[in-house]
């Protein structure tokens, strides 16, 4: 059985920074793009970060750039995503999600329906 398992969420104030963690089991994903998109409440899931299937690649969102980093680590199956200067905007479920037909990015990245796997998503808070 295939999962993804999101952790690292929490509580945290205006300008800290948290370390998301997505491992994966039940399959290697070491060749597959990895992605994070997040959920606020009342509003549609939207994408966050995606890196290719060796780390050489990464793309933003525009609200994230600047501040937030995707990193992967294919030797423990897992993908982190680093939160730095996070804002009230930035609260939301977080959520990990792999594509199993690629390794490369391609031009629709920021599609959720790209992606086969999802995580349950770890909560993220950010008080002003």
């Known amino acids: 059985q295939v999962q993804l398992v999101e952790s690292g969420g929490g509580l945290v104030q205006a300008g800290g920074s948290l370390r998301l963690s997505c491992a994966a089991s039940?399959?290697?994903?070491?060749?597959?793009?990895m992605a994070w998109f997040r959920q606020a409440p009342g509003k549609e899931r939207e994408f966050v970060a995606v890196?290719?299937?060796?780390?050489?690649?990464?793309y933003y969102a525009d609200s994230v750039k600047g501040r937030f980093t995707i990193s992967r680590d294919s030797t423990r199956n897992t993908v982190y995503l680093q939160m730095n200067s996070l804002k009230p905007g930035d609260t939301a479920v977080y959520y990990c999600?792999?594509?199993?037909?690629?390794?490369?990015?391609?031009?629709?990245?920021?599609?959720?329906?790209?992606?086969?796997?999802w995580g349950q998503g770890t909560q993220v808070t950010v008080s002003s």
């Open positions: 999600a792999a594509d199993r037909n690629r390794g490369k990015i391609g031009a629709d990245y920021y599609t959720i329906k790209n992606y086969d796997y």
């Open positions: 039940g399959r290697t994903f070491s060749s597959s793009v």
């Open positions: 890196i290719n299937w060796n780390g050489g690649y990464t």
